[in-house]
């Protein structure tokens, strides 16, 4: 089993910056994509950015230039550095680790932390 952890979430004015955090704790494997999805009030979660084990990165269009995803292999821990952040970007933002274990896709998600963009 695996535990994920977020924090850093908060209010903060359009033009902005945020940093996520999320630590991952348990049975983890050597090889991993974790990333960061969002979900908006009334819409379906969404994919942000992954990031994998070899550091191959991916992410939304719309937050491409803003936003800057990292991790630290031996902390177990993933970031989103988020820079110009606007109004649209308000969500609960939630941290996803997948692995394969036993043959299995196993996924994770953390219990998510409410970004607020607003003046």
């Known amino acids: 089993q695996v535990q994920l952890v977020e924090s850093g979430g908060g209010l903060v004015q359009p033009g902005g910056s945020l940093r996520l955090s999320c630590a991952a704790s348990?049975?983890?494997?050597?090889?991993?994509?974790t990333g960061w999805y969002r979900q908006k009030s009334g819409k379906q979660r969404e994919l942000v950015a992954d990031i994998s084990s070899s550091r191959t990165t991916n992410y939304a269009d719309s937050v491409k230039g803003r936003f800057t995803i990292s991790r630290d292999n031996a902390k177990n821990t993933v970031y989103l550095q988020m820079n110009s952040l606007e109004a649209e970007d308000t969500a609960v933002y939630y941290c996803?680790?997948?692995?394969?274990?036993?043959?299995?896709?196993?996924?994770?998600w953390g219990q998510g932390t409410q970004v607020t963009i607003s003046s």
């Open positions: 996803n680790l997948e692995q394969w274990s036993s043959g299995v896709l196993r996924v994770y």
């Open positions: 348990g049975s983890i494997s050597s090889f991993y994509v």
